[in-house]
T-cell receptor
Framework: DAKTTQPNSMESNEEEPVHLPCNHSTISGTDYIHWYRQLPSQGPEYVIHGLTSNVNNRMASLAIAEDRKSSTLILHRATLRDAAVYYC?????????????FGKGTSLLVTP | DARVTQTPRHKVTEMGQEVTMRCQPILGHNTVFWYRQTMMQGLELLAYFRNRAPLDDSGMPKDRFSAEMPDATLATLKIQPSEPRDSAVYFCASAIGLAGGTDTQYFGPGTRLTVL
């Protein structure tokens, strides 16, 4: 899988939007962009994924750059419960059921 | 609400002892993964199965670790003999096994292993 680069940490105030960036300059045309997060003392959980178009779900939005070399996970209104490590992961669409390459992720701190 | 379950949640053992961790994947999921998380290495894959057959166990120390799926509802990870460097949180995850890059993995709560 192609490599992703994320900031080590970010900080946000509660109830404000958070934009978590991810660079993936070597992404291939068949790579899906997935985001997972890991809350303290829990297993990772799926957040969202996309291929080319922006995506929205109940948890977050995913904005994908036109050239697909970067993407941004958007939490519209951060809560204290959103404090977690967020992982941006590329998944090759030609394969199925492969393991996730988590990397270091971005540790998000949300302050009241 | 279907979930992956793991037992035990915590395990403290002494070096040299056998450790067995169990995972019940979500019913209907045909792909099961074992990951290990440490502060130094982060989350790393140990092994995974598709339809109970091992597809990749290259991340496991072969001399002491073994992973099996005796049936579709149970996956086991065994360490024998255990060593202090095996101390970590072990996560099991399952997935439907969809073709393409859209498959979502669902993780269990993990087993925190401490080897003294």
């Amino acid at each position: 899988d192609a490599k992703t680069t994320q900031p080590n940490s970010m900080e946000s105030n509660e109830e404000e939007p958070v934009h978590l960036p991810c660079n993936h300059s070597t992404i291939s045309g068949t790579d899906y962009i997935h985001w997972y997060r890991q809350l303290p003392s829990q297993g990772p959980e799926y957040v969202i994924h996309g291929l080319t178009s922006n995506v929205n779900n109940r948890m977050a939005s995913l904005a994908i750059a036109e050239d697909r070399k970067s993407s941004t996970l958007i939490l519209h209104r951060a809560t204290l419960r959103d404090a977690a490590v967020y992982y941006c992961i590329l998944r090759d669409g030609r394969n199925s059921g492969y393991a996730l390459n988590f990397g270091k992720g971005t540790s998000l701190l949300v302050t009241p | 609400d279907a979930r992956v379950t793991q037992t035990p949640r915590h395990k403290v053992t002494e070096m040299g002892q056998e450790v067995t961790m169990r995972c019940q994947p979500i019913l209907g999921h045909n792909t099961v993964f074992w990951y290990r998380q440490t502060m130094m290495q982060g989350l790393e894959l140990l092994a995974y199965f598709r339809n109970r057959a091992p597809l990749d166990d290259s991340g496991m120390p072969k001399d002491r670790f073994s992973a099996e799926m005796p049936d579709a509802t149970l996956a086991t990870l065994k360490i024998q003999p255990s060593e202090p460097r095996d101390s970590a949180v072990y996560f099991c995850a399952s997935a439907i096994g969809l073709a393409g890059g859209t498959d979502t993995q669902y993780f269990g709560p993990g087993t925190r292993l401490t080897v003294l």
